[in-house]
């Protein structure tokens, strides 16, 4: 197809989401998944080769142009004063879901050693938690697990591709000495084995998932 590259390019340039290589196949109405690999590839390579404020990522099963992390603070402070704030705790217990996705609420806070069910609902309501479903157990809890927007924000092409729990709960703006504050747990007591994929702090840490 004539000009593939760039048409495959300005999708991403429009587009608010990651858009798969099946999504883009359906748009530009071919059945050819490696020419749309093809042109993401030249798109990856030109971008790192000119460099500049943006690159090509593959993140949360899809790609995106996304600004380089080196220009996020000037970007934030476009964005101010109105950031996003997500508590200390709630980047935490985030921290916690993650690496031990599928979990239920009482495991959590177990981990955690406090209640965490305001930081659940201000995670749901950020988009970063979803409900998949009850776990068959007395009770019949909720099992939470992340979102696509949590890939999309701490730039992951999936699961595998996680953070440690430090770098998910000091994510965002923070002094020095909060850097130097406990925080999220260890990932010796975190981690599952078979992975694949202190009361709640009132600080906050200014978390922009606007920021691309």
Known sequence: ????????????????????????????????????????????????????????????????IRSRPEYHEWIKRMLQPSPQRISRAALETLAVIAYKQPIIRADIEYIRGVDCGGVLRQLMERKLIRVLGRKEIAGRPLIYATTKLFLEMFDLKDLNDLPTPKEIAEYGSMTEEEQREPSAPTPDNMRNDNQSSSPDSESETDVDPNIT
């Open 1 to 64: 197809m004539q000009d593939l590259k760039h048409i495959v390019e300005s999708l991403l340039f429009a587009a608010e989401e990651p858009l798969s290589i099946a999504k883009l196949r359906d748009i530009v109405e071919t059945t050819d998944s490696k020419a749309i690999r093809d042109a993401l590839a030249d798109l990856v390579e030109e971008y790192d080769r000119r460099g500049g404020g943006f690159w090509l990522r593959e993140v949360a099963g899809g790609w995106q």
